[in-house]
Structures are given as structure tokens and as C-alpha cells.
């Protein structure tokens, strides 16, 4: 074991050195991620608020049928705009982001009694016009109610009779486990800092070394090959453990002054869950580590490494964006694939759920068995004289 | 000492080493000298254990690197043609790691460094870091690298690659210093002023194979040469590769 710990102690001074290193693993993924989150949002939240609160600017067709409605659009806060010549093509061309049109048999049915037609014309595809819609949509509906409320009123109906269900919401959710909808990313976010944090490291303890022409004199010496190899994962895990707890210390800080409006969730993380989320995902750590040194091994040079690993950096995504686009209830087995556990795992110790002790032996176990096995056969990779001449 | 018997090596269909035999004695230079692709790199990896030969024997004091590989590997002191250094690491401290990777104490290896600077002369560079070192810096750190655990057998791959005339002095004196001590010393280059300065034995490979094998004087009265040079050429059967 002298071998080993003497290459990890001589990797670990030699990357502490290397500016690039530092620069991925220690400050890339704990600095850009929280900042490009929490300015993302600050972003959302800012023009979002703008558009609710700009004035309605609301071209209307046929105003002529309807004035009653015209006059309580307006004294609601729209701006009605005259009628443009062909309004379909307004809003295809992105003029406005939504024009209603009061159609000629309007005021007929209006005085039968019918429901009278009234069309807005839109294009929900385009997300930015989506606010405007429903600012739109919203005050057709109210004055629809309060005229149907009076009618019946002048009937001498009372208007409860037309509500025979009254919704109550009864909100159990609570103010940590709110937060899990502001920071549905956190669990993405470390996956890919447990990869990126170990992309260098990897690349630069064995292609790097190959391409230096220092791994030859190196497998010289009377240290068994497997000690090197494991000394060198040992620092990759070392620096991927290290960009994962500054990223969860960036985020402890950040989180706080997330721009959360009306939501009421609690953002801050405490001590001990910083600590779950760090057990729960030490095991990535390790499996990244594992495998990148794997790929990087066959690589000739820090470039040719470089190429394989863009697509690597999209393992840790996969299960992510499955839950996040197909959220689905946690169940024991999942807890047996990894990087798909950690997510759920990460997501309900945020919400500060109670999870089952088992639920965590499973997932660090499963990962961490798949990790040892891809460590022990890149510890064995250099026995193949090939992979240690190839380049040279 | 060192004992080569029949080695052969196949890279798929080429045979890069096919039945090389010699012997280096302690307390004599032993010179290969040959072409380049001539195979030299290749005997020399299959003796410090970095390729398994296809065939053949081979004893260095008595152990053999395919069974006894690490306990090889504390004997030999290896500068191979590959010398890349950690840049980001002292001279100092990349000799250190190599110390430490053969087993040696902090203070064995303080002690060491003291006399390599000296017998090298590196106190100039020795705690600068490696980026940016000539040549001639970075073989003398090669060098000292494999010699800090006092091996008794040392192995050099075309040592004077790349150096100016006053590096490769102070080389070969060390080289001469190291006979002296009565360790067996193995040099491959195919630079034929290199073997005439230095060398007790020769021994002349070509395509794989020994051509001849012998002092000096031996080579030039088999030949009937009257320099080192014609006996060369005329012993590999061409002028392909001849540099120097």
C-alpha cells in the first residue's frame, strides 16, 4: 500500500499546482452552477413580473357589438387598441400576443340569453405570449360570472345555486417541501459536479501521463500496477469529492437569496441535510471516477480523452431529465440503479422526508459495487503492454 | 550482471527483437549499438520487465523478470527513452517521488539528492520546477531519478539524446563513475563516437538480431577495419541509420 499512497500524496501536490485543475474541479462546477442557477431564475422571476404587470394592450374586432364588455375590459386596466386589418396574421408575426374577436351574432344571442361568442385569437406555442393569454382569458371569465351572477339575480335566483361544489384546498405540503420545486435541479446539478469535478483528473493522471512521457519511467518502478492506478482514482475521487462539497457549500450560501415571490418555501439547507446529500452521493464520486480513468485510459493523449468525454458528461443526465420530465412516485427498486437513487434520494432529503435507512444502504451499495468493479478493471488496464506504448 | 539468452519479440507480423543473446558483466559498459528500429528499445523494455518476451532467457544477477518482476525492478536503475518529468514538480521533488516509490525513508532520500546534486551538478535547478528545463537539465533529473535507490544494474536508452557537447561530458564521466563503483551498466545508442568513448563491450544489432559482439579491438581485427565505423558497416551489411 506504500505505492499507492505515495502516488495519491505526489498527485494530489502536483494537481493543487495545476491552475487547469483547480480551475475544473474547484471552481467551475461550485461557482458557475449556482450563480447561472439563481441569476436564471432572478431572470424568470423579473421578466415574468414585468409582463404581469405591463398594461393588457388588447386589440379587439367587432368592438362595435359588444360596448358593455369594452367599458369593463377597460376599467380593468386593458388598453383597447383599434381594430387591426387582418389579426390572424398580427399575432403569427408576433405584433401582439393575443387579439379577441367579438363575433356579429354577439348582441342576438347576447339578448336570447345564449352564450354569446367571443374568439381570442393566440398562439400558446409561443411561451412568451402565454402571460398575456391568460391576463386575457381571466377577465373574459370574470365578466362572464358576475353577468351570469346578476342574471340570476334578476330572477330572484341566488347566484350559490349556480356553484353546487365549493373547493377547499387543504395544502399539506410545507414550506422545505415547497422548496424541492425551486431546486428540482439540485440533484442534476451535483451529478454532473461529481463528473465534471473528475473529468481533468481522470485525463490528466493517465492520458496526460502517457502523452508527457512520464508513464513509462513511471511503471518502472517496484510498484505493482494496480497500487498506481488506485493511487491515481483515489485523487480523482479526492477532487470530485472536493467540487461536490464546495458546490453544496455554494448553494447552502446562494440558495437564500433566490428570488421565490409569493411561494413561501423554506431554501435554507441545514447542516445535516448538506451532510445526507454528501453521503448520498460520495458514491457517484467514486463510480465517475472509475469510469472516466477507464475511458481516459485507452486515450493517447489529454485530447483524445477529451473527445470521448463529451459524451460521458451525458450519462449523469439521463436519469435527471427522465424525473424531471416524468416525475415519478419513489419505489424500492430504484434504488438499486444508480444515479437514477441519488436523484430521488437527494430530492425527498430536501424535502426532509424520513427515508428508510435501507433505502440509503441500497443506493450506496448498488453504486458503489458497480464503481468498485469499473476501479478494479482500469486498475488492471496497464498490464496490457499496448495501452502503455501506444503513442509513444 | 546481466545474462541474454535467444530473446525474441513480435509486434503482429514484425519481428521487432528475433534472437538476441549477450552478456553485460558488473563493472563493465556494455554498449548496443545499432540503427534506429533496430530493436534496441525493445531488449531493453524486456528487461526491466515492461514487455514479456515471446522467448528466450533472461537473468539479471541471477532473477528472472518474468517471475521475480518487482524484485527486478529494486535492482535496476532504468533511464528510458521516454524521460518525461512532472513539470509541475520541483526536480527535487520529482526525484523524491521515485525515491519513494522504491521504499526509501524521507531521510535516506534527503541524504541521496545531497550526493546526486553533487555528482551531477544540479544545485542551479534542483528546486525549480521541471517546466521549461534544456535537455541536458532534464536528462541529468532522469538520471538521478533512477539512480536514487543505488541500483547495482543500470540501464540507459540513447542517453546522450538531444544534449550539447558539455552535457554529454559530464554523462559520460558520471557513466565511467558508475564502472568504477562496479555496477553493470547497459547503454543502447546508435552513435558510434558514443561506444568508441565509452564502452568495454559492444554489441552490434541489426534487424533483430546480434551482427557481432566484442571489445572494440576484437570488432576491428574480425573486420579488418581500420575504424569502428567501417567495422559498423561492414558487420550490419549496410550504411541505413548510420547518424553519427
Known amino acids: 500500500m506504500r505505492g499507492l499512497t505515495t502516488v495519491f500524496r505526489k498527485e494530489v501536490r502536483e494537481n493543487i499546482r495545476d491552475r487547469r485543475a483547480l480551475f475544473n474541479s474547484l471552481l467551475l462546477g461550485p461557482l458557475l452552477f449556482p450563480l447561472l442557477f439563481v441569476g436564471m431564475m432572478w431572470f424568470l422571476q423579473s421578466a415574468e413580473q414585468e409582463r404581469a404587470e405591463q398594461a393588457l394592450e388588447l386589440p379587439v374586432v367587432g368592438a362595435q357589438y359588444a360596448p358593455n364588455l369594452i367599458r369593463y375590459l377597460e376599467q380593468q386596466g386593458a388598453e383597447i387598441q383599434p381594430e387591426p386589418d387582418d389579426p390572424e396574421a398580427m399575432v403569427r408575426n408576433q405584433e401582439t400576443p393575443v387579439i379577441i374577436r367579438i363575433l356579429p351574432e354577439y348582441p342576438e344571442r347576447w339578448a336570447e340569453g345564449l352564450p354569446a361568442p367571443i374568439e381570442v385569437i393566440m398562439d400558446p406555442s409561443r411561451q412568451e405570449s402565454n402571460t398575456a393569454i391568460r391576463r386575457v382569458k381571466g377577465l373574459l371569465l370574470g365578466y362572464s360570472q358576475r353577468i351570469g351572477s346578476l342574471r340570476l339575480q334578476m330572477r330572484g335566483v341566488s347566484p350559490q345555486l349556480a356553484s353546487p361544489v365549493m373547493l377547499k384546498d387543504v395544502d399539506l405540503s410545507t414550506p422545505k417541501s415547497r422548496a424541492i420545486l425551486a431546486v428540482i435541479f439540485l440533484p442534476y446539478v451535483l451529478m454532473i459536479t461529481a463528473f465534471t469535478g473528475a473529468t481533468h483528473l481522470a485525463m490528466d493522471t493517465t492520458a496526460g501521463e502517457k502523452e508527457r512521457k512520464s508513464l513509462e519511467p513511471l511503471l518502472i518502478n517496484p510498484v505493482p500496477r494496480w497500487q498506481i492506478m488506485t493511487g491515481k482514482m483515489l485523487t480523482t475521487t479526492a477532487f470530485a469529492m472536493a467540487s461536490l462539497a464546495l458546490t453544496l457549500v455554494s448553494f447552502r450560501i446562494v440558495l437564500p437569496y433566490m428570488p421565490i415571490g409569493a411561494f413561501g418555501m423554506d431554501l435554507t439547507l441545514g447542516l445535516m441535510t448538506l451532510l445526507r446529500i454528501l453521503l448520498v452521493i460520495s458514491p457517484v464520486a467514486i463510480l465517475a471516477a472509475a469510469l472516466l480513468t477507464l475511458l481516459a485510459s485507452f486515450a493517447k493523449s489529454y485530447r483524445e480523452a477529451q473527445s470521448y468525454m463529451g459524451l460521458v458528461i451525458l450519462i449523469p443526465m439521463i436519469p435527471s431529465l427522465i424525473f424531471m420530465a416524468n416525475p415519478i412516485r419513489a419505489e424500492a427498486w430504484m434504488m438499486t440503479v444508480p444515479l437514477f437513487s441519488q436523484n430521488i434520494l437527494i430530492g425527498e432529503i430536501i424535502r426532509e422526508e424520513s427515508v428508510a435507512l435501507s433505502w440509503y444502504a441500497m443506493s450506496v451499495s448498488s453504486t458503489l459495487v458497480i464503481g468498485l468493479a469499473l476501479a478494479a478493471l482500469a486498475a488492471t488496464l496497464y498490464n496490457r503492454p499496448r495501452l502503455i506504448f501506444s503513442g509513444s | ?244
Open chain 2, 1 to 244: 550482471m546481466i545474462i541474454v539468452k535467444n530473446l525474441r519479440k513480435s509486434f503482429g507480423d514484425v519481428r521487432a527483437v528475433n534472437g538476441v543473446s549477450f552478456q553485460a558483466r558488473d563493472g563493465e559498459i556494455t554498449g548496443l549499438l545499432g540503427p534506429n528500429g533496430a530493436g534496441k528499445t525493445t531488449t531493453l523494455r524486456m528487461l526491466y520487465s515492461l514487455l514479456p518476451p515471446d522467448e528466450g532467457e533472461i537473468l539479471i544477477d541471477g532473477l528472472d523478470p518474468r517471475r521475480d518482476a518487482m524484485e527486478i525492478k529494486r535492482t535496476l536503475g532504468v533511464v528510458p527513452d521516454n524521460r518525461g518529468l512532472y513539470s509541475r514538480l520541483t526536480a527535487r521533488e520529482n526525484i523524491a517521488y521515485y525515491g519513494e516509490l522504491h521504499g526509501l525513508s524521507r531521510r535516506q532520500i534527503d541524504e541521496r539528492i545531497g550526493q546526486l546534486v553533487t555528482t551531477l551538478d544540479m544545485a542551479d535547478f534542483i528546486d525549480r520546477r521541471t517546466e521549461g528545463f534544456s535537455q541536458g537539465q532534464r536528462v541529468k533529473v532522469a538520471i538521478a531519478r533512477a539512480m536514487v535507490h543505488e541500483p547495482q544494474t543500470v540501464l540507459l536508452d540513447e542517453p546522450s539524446n538531444g544534449l550539447d557537447v558539455m552535457s554529454t561530458r559530464a554523462l559520460r564521466d558520471y557513466v565511467r563513475g558508475l564502472r568504477s563503483a562496479g555496477r553493470s551498466v547497459v547503454l543502447s545508442t546508435h552513435i558510434m563516437q558514443e561506444v568508441a568513448a565509452l564502452c568495454d563491450r559492444i554489441v552490434i544489432i541489426a534487424k533483430g538480431e546480434v551482427a557481432a559482439d566484442g571489445t572494440a579491438a576484437e570488432l576491428l581485427a574480425r573486420t579488418g577495419c581500420d575504424s569502428l565505423e567501417d567495422a559498423f558497416v561492414r558487420l550490419i551489411g549496410s550504411e541505413e541509420g548510420l547518424l553519427a
